[in-house]
T-cell receptor, first 115, second 111 residues
Framework: SQTIHQWPATLVQPVGSPLSLECTVE??????LYWYRQAAGRGLQLLFY??????ISSEVPQNLSASRPQDRQFILSSKKLLLSDSGFYLC??????????????FGPGTRLTVL | GENVEQHPSTLSVQEGDSAVIKCTYS??????FPWYKQELGKRPQLIID?????GEKKDQRIAVTLNKTAKHFSLHITETQPEDSAVYFC??????????FGSGTRLQVQP
């Protein structure tokens, strides 16, 4: 069966510091991968998605970036965090899609607080 | 692009009553409509989904209906229980890009 991992689970960082969040998927190959951010009490904002190694689509211009160095690894980064970057960061995956929408599953999330 | 609107934003019901959450979508090419339940501090969990070739789908106490002509779909929870209390998100997908989520409904079931 497939599982998705995220780490760290929680993180407290000062403004201006760098960020690296990691997501890995097990039990599948060539998945589509997604990064979402959820501000406190709010909905899910799609940040990035990837259909393959090195292929990143950015949905919202901001000071975050994403990379996919390996098939089942997705990394979210920032060079300098802002207070507004605080939130619950969720990684998600689907099986590779060819124009047919299929089930999407979320990782456990990383709760980031920027002080 | 796709836009999904969800109502109501909050819903309070008595235990045993039914709850209905409604969503509308804008892109007629959307063909997949999942519903997620998110408990406090947890990840969203897929609870039920429906495809555009089906009008209704049931799974025990939950059901989803889809009206393609009107471009709206609804989640129905019958015989609500306190453990149904959570935030529920609808979403729509054309299969070309990624899910587009509604803004969420906070359901509170009063014992």
């Amino acid at each position: 069966s497939q599982t998705i991992h995220q780490w760290p689970a929680t993180l407290v960082q000062p403004v201006g510091s760098p960020l690296s969040l990691e997501c890995t998927v097990e039990g599948t190959s060539n998945p589509n991968l997604y990064w979402y951010r959820q501000a406190a009490g709010r909905g899910l904002q799609l940040l990035f998605y990837s259909v393959g190694i090195g292929q990143i689509s950015s949905e919202v211009p901001q000071n975050l970036s994403a990379s996919r160095p390996q098939d089942r690894q997705f990394i979210l980064s920032s060079k300098k965090l802002l207070l507004s970057d605080s939130g619950f960061y969720l990684c998600a995956w689907t099986q590779q899609r060819t124009g047919v929408a299929i089930e999407q599953f979320f990782g456990p999330g990383t709760r980031l607080t920027v002080l | 692009g796709e836009n999904v609107e969800q109502h109501p934003s909050t819903l309070s019901v008595q235990e045993g009553d039914s709850a209905v959450i409604k969503c509308t979508y804008s892109d007629s090419a959307s063909n997949y409509f999942p519903w997620y339940k998110q408990e406090l501090g947890k990840r969203p969990q897929l609870i039920i989904d429906i495809r555009s070739n089906v009008g209704e789908k049931k799974d025990q106490r939950i059901a989803v209906t889809l009206n393609k002509t009107a471009k709206h779909f609804s989640l129905h929870i019958t015989e609500t229980q306190p453990e149904d209390s959570a935030v529920y998100f609808c979403a729509a997908d054309t299969g070309r890009r990624a899910l587009t989520f509604g803004s969420g409904t906070r359901l509170q079931v009063q014992p």
